[in-house]
C-alpha cells in the first residue's frame, strides 16, 4: 500500500477513533505507518484529507445500509412488518457505526465555515437521498421513481439523521424498529396502532418484571 493510500485508511480510523475536530495531522500519521510531509504531497491539507476520509467513510456506509436494505425489502409481511424490520437493520448498523456518525454531526458544524466540507456533506446527502428513494418499496412492496422516489428518500434520510443523533446521545432509549414503525401508523392514521402500542407497552412491562 502507498502513502497515499495509507493516509486515507489512517484518516478514516482516526475519524471513527477520535472524531473530526480531534484528530490531528500527528494522529494521521501514527496510524498510517507515513510521515507528515506526505499530507502535503498526497491531499495538500489535513482538513482535505479528513474530508476525503469522510466521503469515503459515508460511501462504504452507504454500501453496507443499502445491502441491509435489499436485504429487508426480500421478506413478505405486512408494509408495516416490513418497515419494522428494515428500520431494525439500519439501527443495528448504527451501533457498528457509532464513531464514523459522531464524525459526521462534527463535520455538520464545520459547514458553515468550510465550503469543502459542505461540498461534501451535500454530495453525500444527494446520493443517499437518490439511493433511499430508489431502494425502499411503498405499502405495496412496489419500488418508486421520479419525485415520489426523491421525497421518499429525503423522509427517510431524515428519520436516519434524527434516529442517529438519538443513538448517540441515549442509546438506551433510541427508538427500535418496532417504535418506529409504530409511529409511522399512529402519524398515517392506521386505526390498529394504538392497539399495538398498548399491546407493546404490555410486552414491556412484563419484561420488566412491573406487570403481574
Known amino acids: ?4 493510500e495509507a493516509l486515507l485508511q489512517g484518516a478514516k480510523q482516526c475519524l471513527a477513533e477520535k472524531g473530526y475536530a480531534r484528530t490531528t495531522a500527528r494522529d494521521i500519521v501514527a496510524a498510517s505507518g507515513t510521515n507528515l510531509a506526505s499530507i502535503g504531497y498526497h491531499y495538500g491539507s489535513k482538513e482535505a484529507l479528513l474530508n476525503e476520509a469522510l466521503i469515503q467513510s459515508n460511501v462504504e456506509w452507504g ?8 436485504r429487508g425489502t426480500r421478506g413478505g409481511g405486512t408494509s408495516h412488518e416490513r418497515v419494522e424490520a428494515l428500520w431494525t437493520k439500519v439501527t443495528e448498523l448504527f451501533d457498528r457505526h457509532r464513531g464514523l456518525w459522531a464524525a459526521n454531526f462534527e463535520a455538520i458544524t464545520q459547514a458553515g465555515h468550510s465550503p469543502e466540507v459542505r461540498a461534501a456533506l451535500v454530495k453525500g446527502m ?8 430508489e431502494i425502499l418499496p411503498d405499502a405495496t412492496g412496489e419500488k418508486r421513481d ?3 422516489a426523491s421525497a421518499v428518500g429525503s423522509f427517510h434520510q431524515a428519520l436516519i439523521t434524527g434516529v ?12 427500535t424498529g418496532g417504535e418506529l414503525s409504530l409511529a ?7 386505526p390498529r396502532a394504538e392497539w399495538d402500542a398498548v399491546d407493546a407497552a404490555t410486552q414491556t412491562d412484563r419484561k420488566s418484571g412491573r406487570a403481574a
Do not use: C, F, N, Y
Open 126 to 133: 444527494t446520493e443517499a437521498r437518490v439511493g433511499l428513494g
Open 63 to 70: 454500501a453496507a445500509l443499502k445491502a441491509a436494505l435489499v
Open 164 to 175: 442517529m443523533a438519538q443513538w448517540l446521545i441515549d442509546p438506551e432509549s433510541a427508538p
Open 1 to 4: 500500500m502507498g502513502h497515499r
Open 184 to 190: 409511522l401508523r399512529a402519524i398515517t392514521g392506521d
Open 146 to 148: 421520479g419525485h415520489t
